[in-house]
């Protein structure tokens, strides 16, 4: 993560869902996500996709990426994961199976040593 000059806690806003930018609510499903970098993440600019996976199983959504593709430079590994404040990744009840309703398309991803 250094190459990237990126330390553990570095943080960044994320639209959690490139196909469900700016909407309300948004879903996301069990599986690989792309997401979409809206500040600059060390030497990552704004516009980096990141790819990752979700998990909807809990009350709240897991995001983790694990990939970063900056818009004009090759796929690099990351490790992160998506994070908002005051439960606000938590699942709308409405939420089926393999499923997650939120009421925001966006987040916050924060730089990880490790995912646990």
């Known amino acids: 993560m250094r190459i990237l000059r990126m330390r553990v806690s570095d943080s960044a806003d ?7 930018i700016d909407a309300r ?3 996301l499903y069990d599986g690989p996500v792309e997401s979409y970098l809206d500040g600059q993440l060390g030497n990552l600019d704004p516009g980096t996709r990141l790819y990752g996976q979700v998990w909807t199983g809990g ?4 995001v983790r990426y694990y990939e970063a593709h900056p818009p004009d430079g090759d796929v690099v590994p990351i490790c992160a994961m ?4 005051k439960g606000q990744l938590r699942k709308r009840p409405d939420s089926k199976p393999g499923t997650a309703i939120l009421d925001y ?3 916050s991803v924060f730089v990880v040593n490790a995912f646990r």
Not at 14 to 20: F, N, T
Not at 82 to 85: E, I, T, V
């Open 25 to 27: 609510p948004i879903t």
């Open 14 to 20: 994320v639209e959690l869902d490139a196909s469900q």
């Open 82 to 85: 998506a994070r908002l404040g």
């Open 59 to 62: 009350p709240q959504v897991v």
């Open 105 to 107: 398309s966006g987040a």
